[in-house]
């Protein structure tokens, strides 16, 4: 199993330029999550998802949309990219399980200028 | 509202026992976990308490007081690899499988 999976590593975006990350897991797992980290913070929940066609706003959703077409794919999408959203985005997949652990992808360092 | 504190850095030395302090309020409370941050890495799971008590894995202890809402990560026989970012992280009652993290304790461990 490869786990959790996000493309790009890096990215540098222009203000007002949009971009989608891709995260991908292959371990079946029906929950998967969108945190930023910004340097020298713990992590903050943007969107998460709990199945295939459902989706929810964690504590920081403005400025960014999800989808879950598959189980597998989760993409993040930025429409209109700001200096704010600087920071490092993790992926995340969990079982449906209350107890279960997040396993987290290697993320996504973004910079918008 | 979710408010989780821990210590902003620490520094021990080789060899040594170190303890990380979490303390947390939070709206409800459904288990509390700890992961492991490498610099420039991902989060990695450590351990998981939800009953009062202290599990032990390895080098490593968690210890959960419900009644107190705090926990602290234990590492005993410190290694320089053990250098890294300790995240404390609640799962608050009926948030589903949501996690409220804490901002993190740096490690530095000297020789």
């Known amino acids: 199993n490869a786990g959790v999976t996000q493309t790009p590593k890096f990215r540098i975006l222009k203000i007002g330029q949009s971009m989608t990350l891709q995260c991908a897991q292959d371990m079946n797992h029906n929950y998967m999550y969108w945190y930023r980290q910004d340097p020298g913070m713990g992590l903050k929940l943007i969107y998460y998802s709990v199945g295939a066609g459902i989706t929810d706003k964690g504590e920081v959703p403005n400025g960014y949309n999800v989808s879950r077409s598959t189980t597998e794919d989760f993409p993040l999408r930025l429409e209109l990219a700001a200096p704010s959203q600087t920071s490092v985005y993790f992926c995340a997949s969990s079982l449906d399980s209350s107890t279960d652990t997040q396993y987290f992808g290697p993320g996504t360092r973004l910079t918008v200028l | 509202g979710q408010n989780i504190d821990q210590p902003t850095e620490m520094t021990a030395t080789e060899g040594a026992i170190v303890q990380i302090n979490c303390t947390y309020q939070?709206?409800?409370?459904?288990?509390l976990f700890w992961y492991q941050q490498h610099a420039g890495e991902a989060p990695t799971f450590l351990s998981y308490n939800v009953l009062d008590g202290l599990e032990e894995k390895g080098r490593f202890s968690s210890f959960l007081s419900r009644s107190k809402g705090y926990s602290y990560l234990l590492l005993k026989e410190l290694q320089m690899k053990d250098s890294a970012s300790y995240l404390c992280?609640?799962?608050?009652?009926?948030?589903?499988?949501?996690?409220?993290f804490g901002g993190g304790t740096r490690l530095m461990v000297k020789p």
């Open positions: 939070t709206s409800g409370f459904n288990g």
């Open positions: 992280a609640v799962r608050p009652h009926n948030a589903g499988n949501m996690l409220t």
